[in-house]
């Protein structure tokens, strides 16, 4: 079966074809500007050449109706016809508590996904955008959509709920959520096979660390916590979101700046973490650049995640009462060798011995740990499409 995989944003979308006979990536691509003129990259995997001009896209449509004519174009694309395309399936953002798993999608998922519009405003709306485009394109074809925040439903209350008034949670549902769920399923899926055990058996922490950063728990297969929270600000310093910070500081910003909540949540979101200190970019590439220029203040920022990470890892070994595996994934979990051996110089104490030859490989599902070391180190290229694609073609296999 050919699975189209579809990642929207308010104003664009990721593709991905895959084939899953041999799990064959078949071409990918993205479209931008859409709702503004619109631009189309479309990536043939079969030498097929390179399409990348713009494409009017007055709204998602167009731009879905533009994706199905690449991927069926005698010149760029992969099939002969959309009838080869036999299911669709959706990145949404925002289950909330109803979704512990991937769905197929019929009016009442649609229903239920407006109704987590609440809580992550800028995401589902573009996700549902996402879906009823396809619909229009595609007719009948089955659609599903994988949740962020599903695989972190299996957390205890004692894991996502605040400590503030109950009525909160109940009435307005707010919560630890988690993200990157997918991310965290894959890697640790990924990681019990190399450790050719069963995930049943394991304690694991994945080290998701790319622009969004955020760390899970996983024991037996199941998320037990994870750094992000009610919304993806929480936890780790990120690219420019704050991560934890000490809620009072935005009554003191606000009486001190004249700024109201909502500026100064776009601050904490867009001009914070690494790039709010060190002032140089969210960027770690010019981080590393900056700091080894002598640059104090991207110095600071970099030893500030690093340390983050490490006490957030360390967390998570209390909270399992042990660990077996350390998993780094990610932009910045799977390319930079200085940030992974930042982190585990903290984590000597857990018996971890990094192996820097090991470390210094990219691009594969590596051990970066020494044979004799107690808990065991990985980096797993993430791959969310691929768990998309697989959760569809198993959900309308049935
Ligand atoms: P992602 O959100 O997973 O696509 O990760 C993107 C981030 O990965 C970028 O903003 C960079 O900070 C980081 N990144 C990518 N390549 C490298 C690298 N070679 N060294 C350090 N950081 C990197």
Do not use: W
Request: charged fraction near 20%.
């Amino acid at each position: 079966m050919k699975i189209l995989v579809i990642n929207c944003g308010s104003s664009s979308l990721k593709y991905q074809l895959l084939d899953m006979e041999g799990e064959k990536l078949l071409a990918k691509g993205l479209c931008e500007r859409i709702g503004i003129d619109g631009h189309l990259t479309h990536k043939p995997q079969n030498g097929r050449p390179l399409f990348n001009e713009d494409v009017p896209m007055p709204t998602h449509t167009e731009a879905i109706a533009a994706v199905l004519d690449k991927l069926t174009s005698p010149e760029y694309g992969v099939v002969e016809s959309m009838r080869e395309i036999g299911a669709v399936g959706h990145r949404v953002v925002h289950g909330g508590e109803k979704f512990a798993a991937s769905v197929r999608i019929n009016d009442d998922v649609m229903a239920a996904i407006a109704e987590c519009i609440p809580l992550a405003p800028l995401h589902n709306p573009a996700n549902i955008t996402g879906i009823e485009a396809c619909k229009a394109v595609m007719g009948d074809v089955p659609q599903v959509a994988v949740f962020d925040t599903a695989f972190h439903q299996t957390m205890p209350g004692k894991a996502f709920m605040y400590p503030i008034p109950y009525a909160y949670y109940t009435d307005l549902k707010v919560r630890r959520y988690g993200f990157h769920g997918t991310s965290h399923r894959y890697v640790s899926g990924r990681a019990a096979e190399m450790l050719g055990k069963p995930i049943e058996e394991l304690k694991l922490i994945s080290c998701h660390m790319g622009n969004g950063s955020s760390i899970c728990a996983i024991d037996g297969g199941r998320s037990v916590d994870t750094s992000m929270g009610f919304t993806p600000i929480a936890g780790l310093p990120m690219g420019t979101r704050c991560g934890d910070i000490d809620v009072s500081i935005l009554e003191y910003l606000s009486a001190n700046t004249g700024k109201d909540i909502k500026e100064l949540t776009n601050i904490l979101n867009k001009m914070s973490g690494v790039l709010g200190v060190s002032g140089v970019s969210s960027d770690f590439r010019d981080l590393d650049t900056a700091a080894a220029q002598g640059n104090d203040r991207a110095r600071l920022a970099l030893d500030m995640f690093h340390y983050a990470v490490a006490k957030t890892v360390g967390g998570y070994v209390a909270a399992m009462n042990g660990v077996d595996g350390i998993i780094f994934t990610a932009g910045i979990g799977e390319n930079s060798a200085a940030t992974r051996a930042e982190i585990c110089k903290y984590l000597t104490y857990l018996g971890i011995e990094i192996c820097p030859e090991c470390n210094k490989k990219r691009g594969e599902d590596t051990f970066i740990s020494t044979e004799g070391s107690r808990v065991k180190v990985m980096v797993i290229p993430t791959n969310e499409e691929l768990v998309i694609a697989r959760d569809t073609r198993d959900i309308v296999a049935g």
